[in-house]
């Protein structure tokens, strides 16, 4: 495996696990940052694959089960 392709893959790795502790600590921040980047991606003008993406990076409007008032209180992030 070349040093390249190695050094993409530990990047995409400690991404996908920074990208996880944050939504695990700051639910409310990773939820508000994700909807920008989706609206930023929906703006008029843009192509319309990336409206697409941008449709599909769109967070839930509403909290599920498993969500804050549930009363599961597994994140301790309802407090």
């Given at each position: 495996?070349?040093?390249l392709l190695q050094?993409?893959?530990?990047?995409?790795?400690?991404?996908?696990?920074?990208?996880?502790?944050?939504?695990q600590l700051w639910p409310r921040g990773a939820w508000q940052?994700?909807?920008r980047v989706s609206y930023a991606l929906?703006?008029?003008g843009r192509p319309a694959w990336l409206k697409r993406v941008g449709f599909a990076l769109?967070?839930?409007?509403?909290?599920?089960?498993a969500a804050c008032?549930?009363?599961c209180?597994?994140?301790?992030?309802?407090k």
């Amino acid at each position: 495996m070349s040093a390249l392709l190695q050094g993409l893959v530990v990047a995409a790795v400690v991404a996908w696990a920074a990208l996880s502790l944050l939504r695990q600590l700051w639910p409310r921040g990773a939820w508000q940052a994700q909807a920008r980047v989706s609206y930023a991606l929906e703006r008029e003008g843009r192509p319309a694959w990336l409206k697409r993406v941008g449709f599909a990076l769109r967070p839930p409007m509403q909290a599920t089960q498993a969500a804050c008032g549930s009363g599961c209180s597994s994140c301790k992030a309802c407090k």
